[in-house]
């Protein structure tokens, strides 16, 4: 089956520089688990898991595994 099956059009992106309190809020509303880090341009840069934040709170490092 081809990846256009799974697809979303519309996909929530955040900036590099917004809270992840704010990302984390919006993830949850929008039922989402993983978003897209994007620049000005809307060009890719990464992205930013609901597990990742989690993690970051409950250890208190960035990428911590």
Same mark, same amino acid.
């Given at each position: 089956r081809p990846v256009s099956e799974f697809?979303?059009?519309g996909v929530y992106t955040v900036a590099p520089d917004m809270p992840l309190a704010r990302v984390l809020d919006?993830? /949850?509303?929008r039922?989402?688990?993983?978003?897209?880090v994007v620049d000005d341009g809307k060009r890719p840069l990464g992205v930013i898991t609901r597990d990742e934040m989690l993690r970051c709170?409950? /250890?208190g490092t960035p990428g911590a595994a």
């Open positions: 697809m979303r059009s919006e993830m /949850l509303g039922k989402v688990q993983v978003v897209p709170a409950v /250890l």
